[in-house]
């Protein structure tokens, strides 16, 4: 029975089970799915034992959500898309990079609000760019969980995009189940919070825990002080705002 992140078991029949239903299926199209993630299916327990997880272990509901959530992994290029293929600016000014890790030992993806201008021509760009940051994550934890620090600090209202953040929210509940350790709202302005009361109603009810407002002082009790950046009272020496003149680089995280 495998034990996942030694806390969530599935029985091994039901792994089996989903991954040749899967497999079966899939002879009749070998080509809607990239070969990666049909490979993982094939090699990962925790790639699909996690569907099983989210939905209370029904196997035909863990299916459906597989299938549509490698469709969805298919369509968006993720397996594929290179930092090459997104545009250079979002990744100088660090709108979304990988800091650090929390105290449970999660990748943590910031999101940096203030960076944000809704542009209906770039919707795919940006939301490929936000899934770029959280597939490297993912793996970077072996197929675990990851947290997001969605840092508000200097945001306003034109930074505001409720499309983007129902396709994050989407992201994990449908695409990454199992995959959000904790959502930190850092330094959230009092201006933004009828936004948050929409994004709410998007949170299912069993998830509401995992989401914490934090400032500088409350966000230790998630991240301990050498993982956080000096702007967040934090001593982590990796950089976080970009430098002056600073250009990413194909070597950069």
């Known amino acids: 029975m495998p034990l996942f992140k030694n806390k969530w078991s599935v029985d091994d029949k039901l792994i089996a089970d989903l991954r040749n239903k899967f497999l079966d299926d899939l002879k009749t199209d070998e080509d809607r799915y ?7 299916v094939k090699e990962n327990d925790w790639f699909i034992g996690r569907y099983l997880l989210h939905n209370d272990k ?3 509901k863990a299916y459906r959500m597989l299938t549509d959530s490698l469709k969805f992994r298919n369509d968006m290029e993720i397996n594929t898309v290179t930092k090459k293929d997104l545009p250079k600016e979002y990744f100088d000014v660090r709108a979304v990079i990988m800091y650090n890790k929390d105290k449970r030992d ?3 993806v910031a ?3 203030k960076t944000h201008i809704k542009k209906e ?3 795919r760009l940006q939301q490929q760019y936000m899934l770029y940051w959280i597939e490297t994550a993912v793996r970077a934890s ?3 969980v990851v947290s997001i620090l969605f840092d508000c600090t200097d945001a306003g209202v034109y930074n505001v995009d409720l499309d983007m953040m129902r396709s994050l929210s989407d992201a994990f ?3 990454y189940p199992w995959g959000l350790g904790y959502f930190l709202v850092y330094n959230m302005p009092w201006y933004l919070s009828a936004v948050w009361k929409i994004i709410k109603k998007w949170i299912p009810q069993r998830h509401e825990a995992i989401f914490h407002f934090v400032d500088s ?7 301990s002080e050498d993982q956080l950046p000096s702007c967040m009272g934090g001593t982590s020496t990796k950089m976080y705002e970009p430098k002056e003149g600073y250009k990413d680089g194909d070597e950069s995280d």
């Open 34 to 40: 990239h070969a990666d993630d049909i490979q993982r």
């Open 58 to 60: 029904d196997l035909d």
């Open 106 to 108: 999660h990748p943590v």
């Open 111 to 113: 999101i940096r609000c």
């Open 121 to 123: 021509e770039t919707r």
């Open 142 to 144: 072996d197929w675990g």
């Open 173 to 175: 509940k449908k695409y």
């Open 217 to 223: 002082k409350s966000i230790q009790e998630f991240m």
